[in-house]
């Protein structure tokens, strides 16, 4: 019964791959985010869709493309993968239906390891 | 200057002890979130809060508008506590949709 689940939880790549990490909720939300945490254990958002449309694109490297295919699901692919892309991906989601209030349920996040 | 300002940064308690945790923040919020981060990594929505306070077990929250104050407390605190606490605001705004802005955490331990 997971709210908001991510697969794979682990990924260890090589400099230079590409690859892709998805992110499923069945709490009916309709807004999904990327969030990064750091090797400080600081957290950033990345993206944020909104019923299927991107409405939050931080500072983030284009090699980083959301697709959402339903409001469901919000998957994240990365090209070409730097050292620096090492962190643990939490994808998120929320009910916006009140811009004002929205708690927010993570998935269980991935842990990227790039070589 | 980080948007959110977490303090202490690391916490270290005795199993019983009363804690509290500081987060101050300097932009229009519409709502303040405290997260649990437990060392297995998983984060958990503690207390979702735009004014007053709020309780759940042994947790309370308190968040002061005005002074753009919120403070997390454990009462009786114990082992299984230990855990990051993730202070965050949904800034005010309709463009912002629900995104969070995060603290930088507050690592607490509790020794039995």
């Known amino acids: 019964d997971t709210a908001v689940s991510q697969t794979p939880k682990y990924l260890v790549t090589q400099m230079g791959n590409d690859k892709s990490i998805k992110c499923e909720q069945n709490l009916g939300h309709d807004t999904m985010y990327w969030y990064k945490q750091d090797s400080k254990k600081f957290l950033k958002i990345m993206f944020s869709y909104n019923n299927k449309e991107l409405i939050i694109n931080e500072t983030v490297p284009n090699r980083f493309s959301p697709k959402s295919p339903d409001k469901a699901h919000l998957n994240l692919h990365i090209n070409s993968l730097e050292l620096g892309d090492s962190a643990v991906y939490f994808c998120?989601?929320?009910?916006?239906?009140?811009?004002?209030?929205?708690?927010?349920?993570f998935g269980p996040g991935t842990r990227l390891t790039v070589l | 200057k980080n948007e959110v300002e977490q303090s202490p940064q690391n916490l270290t308690a005795q199993e019983g002890e009363f804690i509290t945790i500081n987060c101050s923040y300097s932009?229009?919020?519409?709502?303040l979130h405290w997260l649990q981060q437990h060392p297995g990594g998983g984060i958990v929505s503690l207390f979702m809060?735009?004014?007053g306070k709020k309780k759940h077990g042994r947790l309370i929250a308190t968040i002061n508008i005005q002074e753009k104050h919120s403070s997390l407390h454990i009462t009786a605190s114990h082992p299984r506590d230990s855990a990051v606490y993730i202070c965050a605001v949904s800034i005010a705004g309709g463009t912002s949709y629900g995104k969070l802005t995060f603290g930088q955490g507050t690592i607490l331990t509790v020794h039995p």
């Open positions: 998120a989601s929320s009910q916006v239906s009140s811009p004002f209030y929205n708690e927010q349920f």
């Open positions: 809060l735009s004014s």
């Open positions: 932009v229009g919020i519409s709502a």
